[in-house]
């Protein structure tokens, strides 16, 4: 199994720039997690879905972060514009029993 | 309080040494309870989970103290490769009685095993 896939892996853009951030979770998990982490404020969960359905989004931070899972096997995490204290790791993690997390993308908006 | 309260260290111990964290969580009500571990650079991934009774994988021993609302880890004759970031996990329960549940992170507990 490939595990959790997250692309790109890193992404350096100027503010104000849209960012998509990708993730394919793991084949028959039903559950998919965004977290961003932060030296400051660690692992912090954004929002996540159950099959395909957003559950619970009260982590998003702003208007500017949206997420979106059109199937099964894909979601998105968008930011719009992009502002530097978006800046940190995003995670995307997948679940049946056991929470698996992809590689990360690692966001550095100047 | 925070909801998952962990020393932030690091702790840093020779090879061999044993090592042990703790951890506290606000919420009386969680049931589900991990460690997860982080290398520097990398994501995190489950260590163990933590049962009342408490519970063995090897070198690692994790204790739960409902009572007190805190976790442990222990980490027996510490090997290099030990050098991680401990993560302390509870569970939370979701909204308005959903029957969903996600996972609460600790900033985590920075260990250094040094030669």
């Known amino acids: 199994d490939a595990g959790v896939i997250q692309s790109p892996r890193h992404e350096v853009t100027e503010m104000g720039q849209e960012v998509t951030l990708r993730c394919k979770p793991i084949s028959g998990h039903d559950y998919l997690f965004w977290y961003r982490q932060t030296m400051m404020r660690g692992l912090e969960l954004l929002i996540y879905f159950n099959n395909n359905v957003p559950i619970d989004d009260s982590g998003m931070p702003e208007d500017r972060f949206s997420a979106k899972m059109p199937n099964a096997s894909f979601s998105t995490l968008k930011i719009q514009p992009s502002e530097p204290r978006d800046s940190a790791v995003y995670f995307c993690a997948s679940k049946a029993e056991t929470q698996y997390f992809g590689p990360g993308t690692r966001l550095l908006v100047l | 309080r925070k909801e998952v309260e962990q020393d932030p260290g690091p702790f840093n111990v020779p090879e061999g040494a044993t090592v042990a964290f703790n951890c506290t969580y606000s919420?009386?009500?969680?049931?589900?309870f991990f460690w997860y571990r982080q290398d520097c650079r990398k994501e995190p991934k489950l260590l163990m989970s933590?049962?009342?009774s408490g519970n063995e994988d090897g070198r690692f021993t994790a204790q739960l103290n409902r009572a007190s609302q805190y976790i442990s880890l222990l980490i027996r004759d510490s090997k290099l490769s030990d050098s991680a970031t401990y993560l302390c996990?509870?569970?939370?329960?979701?909204?308005?009685?959903?029957?969903?549940?996600?996972?609460?992170f600790g900033k985590g507990t920075m260990l250094l095993v040094s030669p």
């Open positions: 996990v509870v569970n939370r329960e979701g909204l308005m009685n959903s029957g969903y549940s996600t996972l609460t």
């Open positions: 933590v049962y009342s």
């Open positions: 919420n009386s009500a969680s049931q589900s």
